[in-house]
């Protein structure tokens, strides 16, 4: 199965943006999702597909791809923001899911 | 509203058994492929298992293969988790997750609040 690869840390400046990775370890078609986990709480999707947005997830977020690296980014975070982000995708062959090792998003 | 509850989570020693139980409500739960995700004390996320809408497929991480059984019961609307041989390194929040279905692609869009399970002597 594949493996999905984030940094571990980032910060960002109040207001300003911010671009997490999630790297796999194969080239191939595949889309991400992606969760935030604030403290003490459950994960929420946050996109999915190629840049989609549930209902309730402002529109700061989206999402974008490029060969075999997915990326979320937040335009004009808020503290609020401030959370751990993981992605993850299905592997279509297994019916497996991986998810990366999560990414902490601390707004300055 | 959509929702997922889990239960069954507790304190038990290395080798010992726990059945944890998820209950759905607010959607038609045998349409869904749903997951186990657990995550230890400061780790991240880890996927443990997930089921086919109709029961007829289970896949599960090699951690917890043959220790590990997933099932559900669409009459119920519940999901469980039968944990065996259970080891310190199975201790974490269990979640249930539903995943649904894109173009080609999987996303877990209903999240419990999770189940504590704790192992140790």
């Known amino acids: 199965s594949s493996e999905l690869t984030q940094d571990p840390a980032v910060s960002v400046a109040l207001g300003q943006t911010v671009t997490i990775t999630c790297q796999r370890d194969r080239l191939s078609t595949f889309f991400v999702s992606w969760y935030q986990q604030r403290p003490g709480q459950a994960p929420i999707l946050v996109i999915y597909?190629?840049?989609d947005r549930p209902s309730g997830i402002p529109d700061r977020f989206s999402g974008s791809r490029s060969g075999n690296t997915a990326s979320l980014t937040i335009t004009g975070a808020q503290a609020e923001d401030e959370a751990d982000y993981y992605c993850?995708?299905?592997?279509?062959?297994?019916?497996?899911?991986?998810f990366g090792s999560g990414t902490k998003v601390t707004v300055l | 509203e959509e929702q997922l509850v889990e239960s069954g989570g507790g304190f038990v020693q290395p080798g010992g058994s726990l059945r944890l139980s998820c209950a759905a409500s607010?959607?038609?739960?045998?349409?869904?492929?749903i997951s186990w995700v657990r995550q230890a004390p400061g780790k991240g996320l880890e996927w443990v298992a997930n089921i086919k809408r109709d029961g007829g497929e289970e896949y599960y991480v090699d951690s917890v293969k043959g220790r590990f059984t997933i099932s559900r019961d669409n009459a119920k609307d519940s999901l469980y988790l039968q944990m065996n041989n259970l080891r310190a390194e199975d201790t974490a929040i269990y979640y249930c997750?539903?995943?649904?279905?894109?173009?080609?692609?999987?996303?877990?869009?209903?999240w419990g609040k999770g189940t504590t399970v704790t192992v140790s002597s």
């Open positions: 607010g959607f038609t739960f045998s349409r869904y492929w």
């Open positions: 597909g190629r840049n």
């Open positions: 993850s995708s299905r592997d279509s062959s297994y019916n497996h899911n991986v």
């Open positions: 997750v539903r995943e649904s279905p894109g173009s080609y692609y999987y996303y877990m869009d209903v």
